[in-house]
Nanobody, 121 residues
Framework: QVQLAESGGGLVQPGGSLRLSCAASGSIFSIYAMGWYRHAPGKQRELVAVVSRGGITNYEDSVKGRFTISRDSSKNTVNLQMNSLAPEDTAVYSC???????????????WGKGTLVTVSS
């Protein structure tokens, strides 16, 4: 129905930057929210950042001031600019989209496969 394609993960040194991108495609009527979650080894999955269709953003406390989420609603894309990366940011980052699928009148959550971000010297 809906596919999320992520890109931009990789290896970066502490203090460095990475930019994650995600594009949604498929049977999309509208997207009411897009964002990023991450899952680090031995930890629960956590919300990193999310942006609503109206542009309201929400960030996990540890990334505030370092990460910036942006969205292009016309292209169904979301980006996550990550600066001042630290080893504790190491995780698999997954794109998320809350979608109203064509032909329905309710929201459905979709997830990307994830992209690995490793912060290490």
């Amino acid at each position: 129905q809906v596919q999320l394609a992520e890109s931009g993960g990789g290896l970066v040194q502490p203090g460095g930057s990475l930019r994650l991108s995600c594009a949604a495609s498929g049977s999309i009527f509208s997207i009411y929210a897009m964002g990023w979650y991450r899952h680090a080894p031995g930890k629960q999955r956590e919300l990193v950042a999310v942006v609503s269709r109206g542009g309201i953003t929400n960030y996990e406390d540890s990334v505030k001031g370092r990460f910036t989420i942006s969205r292009d609603s016309s292209k169904n894309t979301v980006n996550l600019q990550m600066n001042s990366l630290a080893p504790e940011d190491t995780a698999v980052y997954s794109c998320y989209a809350g979608v109203i699928v064509e032909g329905t009148d309710y929201g459905t959550d979709f997830w990307g496969k994830g992209t690995l971000v490793t912060v290490s010297s």
